[in-house]
């Protein structure tokens, strides 16, 4: 048994950036001279802005999954955290930080695309609401994690209310190692109700 647990098990590479992924859909938008062509256009982007926003609510949710597990699979021996990127940060870099960044803008995204997609198509939408919670848990979990920037063992992790209330019962390790197996973060989304 090793001494160390992984900061990411390999979900990290499944995931797109999605800010740089919508500026560059809105910029492409943007590039439209008619709102006939606009709206043309966002109809065919309205389901790659789906797809990908669910890539990152299901990469959100594969974070929380594997933070409670190992740090519940931990507790009494807490592990050295192995790869975490942000314990590299120089003091000026950490101090410059903002890991908010990503999941402030999905949060905000949300609400604009519910009125963007009325204003294109005519028609309403909504995001899931489990896709909402999800964020809302990942937001309250880099929070106060503080960015992970001085996460180096498993008792280190601070889990989400909901999530430190819970006791799953599902083999956490099996689900994210198919998910990275089969390269499909949206597998994850099968388990979502666990966390809700």
Partial sequence: MSD???????????????NN??????SQLMSFRTIHQKRARFKLYSNK???????????YLGCLLWAYHIKNVNTDSPKE???NIFLNLT??????????????????????????FLYYTGQETKIPE??????ALYIEFLEKNKGFINTKTT????????????????????????TIEKKDLNLLLNVVNIVL
Avoid: C, H
């Fill in 81 to 83: 955290i192995e790869g």
């Fill in 49 to 59: 802005i789906i797809t990908n926003m669910k890539n990152n609510i299901a990469f």
């Fill in 155 to 178: 008792d280190d992790i601070i889990l989400p209310d909901l999530l430190n209330n819970k006791n799953i019962s599902q083999d956490i390790n099996t689900i994210i190692q198919e």
């Fill in 91 to 116: 003091e000026e870099e950490k101090n410059n930080y903002d890991y908010m960044i990503q999941v402030n803008f999905m949060e905000n995204y949300f609400d604009s695309y519910e009125r963007d």
């Fill in 4 to 18: 160390k647990v992984k900061f990411d098990p390999g979900i990290g590479n499944l995931v797109i950036d999605f």
């Fill in 21 to 26: 992924f919508i500026n560059d859909v809105y």
């Fill in 130 to 135: 489990e896709w909402k919670i999800v964020l």
